[in-house]
């Protein structure tokens, strides 16, 4: 079963859960406009990316602490993002968003690294691949709910899915070399929300997310926020802007390199973005 299969089906079960948990809907809707029965947004996101990235060696030891941007790759870039929000009921809402950001760079090697078992010398050309693919998937239960304001809490996770591959040219043959790397897994957090209509076209939503745990080979911390505030066209369209920002400090195990060997590592991430976009009310 392919890692984003994985994933599908872990959200799909997420959601099944969500779904027998809550109360049934209501007939009528009288938590809109605050909320939307359900909803879907495009969206521009313009991608601000820092990361840190070790691989360790069991033969070599710790390996060195690479900032892939300051090897080349863009620290900013313009992708979509797709994303949705379920309200089952008056008090249960689930959501999930969706990014993947690809980048590639070429440059020459400054200093030597320590890649997991290889060594990559000094005045080697390096080319470098870095692919994230996110999902966020949350559910939120609302005991505050008001004519103008809610607020909830939840728990959700984070679907990491990454891929690395490094190709080096030294200056003799023998310096030549490749390694590919990936790894995936859940990433789970507690969930806080609230949303306000400041009248009957403006609406604003911000919400956090938080947890340090061990889950698995993953073990560390991450923190998820966004912020949004749109105008309400009709019963059926809003347009609007945000900002989301998600953070991951981590030691992860089993990360599996193209010999089929499981290495650990350690990952230090900073993704936000500004977006605007478009949502679909039904």
Known sequence: MSIRRNATV???????????????????????PLFDKFNLQIEGSWVNISSEIRLDSEVLGEGT???????????????PTVAFQWQISK????SARWQNIDRSSMTNVEDEIQWGDE???????LTLDFDITQIFVDYAYYPWVKERWAAGFGLGFRWMDLSTTLAWEGLNAADDGRSQESASGPLPYLYFEYRRLFSDHWRFLAGLGWLS???????????????SIEYLVGDRWS????FNLAT???????????????????LNWDIQDVSVFARVRF
């Open 91 to 94: 008090r249960n809402r689930v």
């Open 213 to 227: 745990v061990k889950v698995g080979d993953i073990d560390g911390t991450q923190w998820v926020g966004h912020a």
């Open 119 to 125: 060594i990559i010398p000094v005045d080697a050309t």
């Open 65 to 79: 602490t690479v900032n892939f941007e300051n090897l080349g790759l863009a620290a900013d870039k313009t992708i």
């Open 10 to 32: 872990i959200g799909i079960m997420f959601v099944v859960f969500v779904c027998l948990a809550a109360v049934p809907a209501q007939a009528q809707r009288d938590y809109e």
């Open 239 to 242: 347009f609007g802007a945000g």
């Open 248 to 266: 991951i400090d981590v030691d992860w195990a089993g990360i599996e390199v193209d010999q089929g060997n499981l290495l650990n590592g350690a």
